[in-house]
């Protein structure tokens, strides 16, 4: 495990509710710096709410969200500024229709960084070369397929140059013979040292790709550990549960 020393994101005793929907439960664990952690579990379980606290996108009821040694839970954090620190792919792409590839790339460059518009193009085309699009800086996203679109969402991520990744379901939306150009680009990452902090239901990504799987049911995490012992050799019997249901939709119809 993670100690707070070497961690990026330590959250502790993290509760989140909807009304009377208890969503999260006092989470509590960390992210290394250039750790990939991948979180998996049914729906319903927290997975993505726990992702959004991490950048407060919702606000946690109780608990603290570290983001290299700040809590950005408290009241008084400057959290624009540590959200810059931060990148977030959504399940949605979530890109401007109007705008073209290379504007996608540079508008948050230049609003929220102050860059010059000839150094944020520069760096928006680096990163849209580094996922595969050099050539669409002038096409608009509905000329794109879903998968390029979610990598133009990645490009535009990278050119804030965050320390953090987060990727909530990233494939989700995508026909599966879209799925792979993805999972190539975030496994790149991943090689290069990105921290990242992955919600997914890819568990063959997961399985080669995490440092650690995180495996969450009920608003709490469950069971976590390396691949190969989570995916690998579950312990608890909600784990094993899942993963039959994961591997084999025809139980989990059945089951239902």
Wanted: hydrophobic share 40%; with cysteine; net charge negative.
């Amino acid at each position: 495990m993670t100690s707070s020393e070497t961690a990026l994101v330590e959250i502790r005793g993290v509760h989140k509710s909807f009304g009377d929907n208890h969503v999260l439960r006092g989470i509590d664990f960390t992210v290394g710096r250039g750790e990939v952690v991948c979180v998996i579990g049914p729906s319903g379980s927290g997975k993505s709410t726990l992702l959004r606290c991490v950048n407060l996108l919702e606000q946690p009821d109780d608990g603290e969200v570290v983001v290299q040694g700040e809590n950005i839970a408290d009241p008084d954090c400057h959290l624009d500024a540590a959200r810059r620190h931060i990148g977030m792919v959504f399940q949605q792409f979530n890109l401007f229709p109007h705008l073209s590839v290379l504007r996608n790339c540079t508008i948050a460059q230049t609003t929220v960084l102050g860059r010059k518009t000839s150094e944020a193009e520069r760096i928006a085309r680096d990163n849209l070369q580094r996922v595969g699009l050099g050539d669409k800086i002038d096409a608009h996203p509905a000329q794109l397929s879903g998968g390029q679109q979610q990598r133009v969402a990645i490009a535009r991520a990278l050119s804030m140059d965050p320390t953090l990744m987060l990727f909530d379901e990233p494939t989700s939306a995508l026909d599966p013979e879209l799925v792979g150009d993805v999972l190539t680009v975030m496994r790149a990452l991943a090689e290069e040292g990105m921290t990242m902090l992955v919600v997914t239901h890819e568990m063959a990504f997961a399985r080669q790709v995490a440092d650690r799987v995180v495996f969450m049911d009920g608003g709490v995490i469950v069971e976590q550990g390396s691949p190969h012992a989570v995916i690998g050799n579950p312990q608890h019997e909600r784990t094993k549960t899942f993963l039959k249901r994961v591997q084999d939709p025809t139980n989990a119809q059945q089951s239902a």
